[in-house]
């Protein structure tokens, strides 16, 4: 086992920005019902990622799309269904994150990335991230979906992390802060959305990296 101080994190929504992603990406097809379209999407995935746990994320894509249009009243063609992803590498970083890693490295924190991807959109926007990353793990190598354990124990068994030097930071408390907290670790909940779940459950609430650069 290593002494070595480990933070990992969530990408999407966390440290990419993918709600606008999301709504630049599906505007031209949505156009007026973007936020009903974007709102339904994120009531749908954890369905879909629950029912279809193994299938890719790509897949996932889809079929969230095509639920949350029903929701919102749109009949997406299969063109529309392929948009995320193939707008997938267009995701940008959100103002502070580029800095905030940067820091981190600088502290000597060693960082990891554990999302709910495939490997080749995570491959499509990782230079986004600013810096290098030392372990990634991606819901294709687990074939699972947080909030399932495998990302965790897959990056356990790969990084060979104490727990006790193990902080997780995200934007999610469904899909990561209640995990981190099933497993005793450290949980900073980056909360950029001020979604009014039970802050009670982590370690630290802060609205954005920046902020958790400051207190890391």
């Given at each position: 086992?290593?002494?070595?101080?480990?933070?990992?994190?969530?990408?999407?929504?966390?440290?990419?920005?993918?709600?606008?992603?999301?709504?630049?990406?599906?505007?031209?097809?949505?156009?007026?019902?973007?936020?009903?379209?974007?709102?339904?999407?994120?009531?749908?995935?954890?369905?879909?990622?629950?029912?279809?746990?193994?299938?890719?994320?790509?897949a996932i894509l889809r079929e969230g799309?095509?639920?949350?249009?029903?929701?919102?009243?749109?009949?997406?063609?299969?063109?529309?269904?392929?948009?995320?992803?193939?707008?997938?590498?267009?995701?940008?970083?959100?103002?502070?994150?580029?800095?905030?890693?940067?820091?981190?490295k600088r502290q000597g924190w060693r960082?990891?990335?554990?999302?709910?991807?495939?490997?080749?959109?995570?491959?499509?926007?990782?230079?986004?991230?600013?810096?290098?990353?030392?372990?990634?793990?991606?819901?294709?190598?687990?074939?699972?979906?947080?909030?399932?354990?495998?990302?965790?124990?897959?990056?356990?068994?790969?990084?060979?992390?104490?727990?006790?030097?193990?902080?997780?930071?995200?934007?999610?408390?469904?899909?990561?802060?209640?995990?981190?907290?099933?497993?005793?670790?450290?949980?900073?909940?980056?909360?950029?959305?001020?979604?009014?779940?039970?802050?009670?459950?982590?370690?630290?609430?802060?609205?954005?990296?920046?902020?958790?650069?400051?207190?890391?």
């Amino acid at each position: 086992m290593s002494d070595e101080r480990w933070m990992t994190f969530d990408c999407y929504g966390t440290l990419l920005d993918w709600q606008s992603g999301f709504r630049r990406i599906l505007a031209p097809f949505a156009g007026g019902r973007i936020d009903a379209l974007v709102e339904a999407f994120h009531a749908v995935e954890p369905e879909v990622e629950a029912e279809m746990p193994t299938s890719s994320y790509k897949a996932i894509l889809r079929e969230g799309v095509a639920r949350a249009s029903r929701r919102a009243g749109l009949e997406p063609t299969s063109a529309d269904l392929e948009r995320l992803a193939d707008g997938w590498g267009t995701i940008g970083p959100f103002d502070d994150t580029v800095a905030a890693l940067a820091e981190l490295k600088r502290q000597g924190w060693r960082l990891g990335i554990l999302t709910n991807c495939d490997d080749d959109l995570f491959a499509a926007t990782r230079a986004a991230l600013g810096v290098e990353i030392d372990v990634v793990v991606t819901a294709e190598e687990v074939h699972s979906y947080k909030p399932a354990l495998g990302h965790f124990t897959r990056f356990e068994a790969v990084s060979g992390v104490e727990r006790r030097n193990w902080v997780h930071a995200a934007v999610s408390w469904w899909h990561d802060m209640v995990p981190a907290k099933e497993l005793g670790l450290r949980r900073i909940w980056v909360d950029r959305e001020d979604s009014g779940h039970d802050a009670s459950i982590v370690t630290a609430r802060v609205p954005d990296m920046a902020s958790l650069a400051a207190i890391a």
